[in-house]
């Protein structure tokens, strides 16, 4: 079935950083890729997400660009602020006909001023 | 009004109580779910309801009892919890309920069971 792994956390930048956390996944076909985010006492909020290979999701500066070849979709910013630290995760969905998401483990971000 | 409301924020019960959370949308979903998430982890699908029909148990105890009264409304029931329940409950929305679609999540409750 489909799968994501995420690298591990956590990543500690100081303000205007270049981000970036890698994602990878392992799926039949070509399924739609996410990154939600989660502020801290907060639910998930969609991030960015792309449809078909090659697709380039972008919100709040955020960008992710999806890679067949390397089944990779990582999530980059060329200048992160403090109010970016939350915890941020790669998502797909599940194999089996349903609205099921398959998360990454999630990859905590703490940028300092 | 891209938003999902839940009640309460907090909760804190003991294990022989019964108390239920509640979640709500007005962007006219027909798809609603209900989330577990543990600390420092990602969350964990309980179960769906579609066009207010339970779709999906992900296997869940029976001391979780979820309710769907409209399509705007979703409760969860909680009796006779284990402190190993404690967590964030998450609701989250779709339109459909079809693959793939973009999921609109609650502020989650958080509950702690003594």
């Known amino acids: 079935g489909n799968s994501v792994t995420q690298m591990e956390g956590p990543v500690t930048l100081s303000e205007e950083a270049f981000l970036t956390i890698n994602c990878t996944y392992t799926?039949?076909?070509?399924?739609?890729l996410f990154w939600y985010v989660q502020y801290p006492g907060e639910g998930l909020q969609l991030l960015l997400k792309?449809?078909?290979?090659?697709d380039k999701g972008s919100n709040k500066g955020f960008e992710a660009t999806y890679r067949k070849e390397t089944t990779s979709f990582h999530l980059e910013k060329g200048s992160v602020q403090v109010s970016d630290s939350a915890v941020y995760f790669c998502?797909?969905?599940?194999?089996?006909?349903?609205?099921?998401?398959?998360f990454g483990a999630g990859t905590r971000l703490a940028v300092h001023p | 009004d891209t938003e999902v409301t839940q009640t309460p924020k907090h909760l804190v019960m003991g294990m022989t109580n019964k108390k239920s959370l509640k979640c709500e949308q007005h962007?006219?979903?027909?798809?609603m779910y209900w989330y577990k998430q543990k600390a420092k982890k990602p969350p964990e699908l309980m179960f769906v309801?579609?066009?207010?029909?339970?779709?999906i148990n992900e296997s869940v105890p029976s001391r979780f009892s979820p309710e769907c009264p409209n399509s705007s409304l979703l409760n969860l029931h909680l009796h006779a919890l284990q402190p190993e329940d404690s967590a964030l409950y998450l609701c989250?929305?779709?339109?459909?309920?079809?693959?793939?679609?973009?999921?609109?999540f609650g502020p989650g409750t958080r509950l702690l069971v003594l």
């Open positions: 962007m006219g979903h027909r798809a």
């Open positions: 998502a797909l969905p599940f194999s089996g006909g349903y609205n099921k998401l398959i």
């Open positions: 989250a929305s779709s339109p459909t309920g079809g693959s793939p679609e973009t999921q609109y």
């Open positions: 799926a039949t076909g070509y399924p739609s």
């Open positions: 792309a449809t078909k290979a090659d």
């Open positions: 309801y579609s066009y207010e029909k339970l779709s």
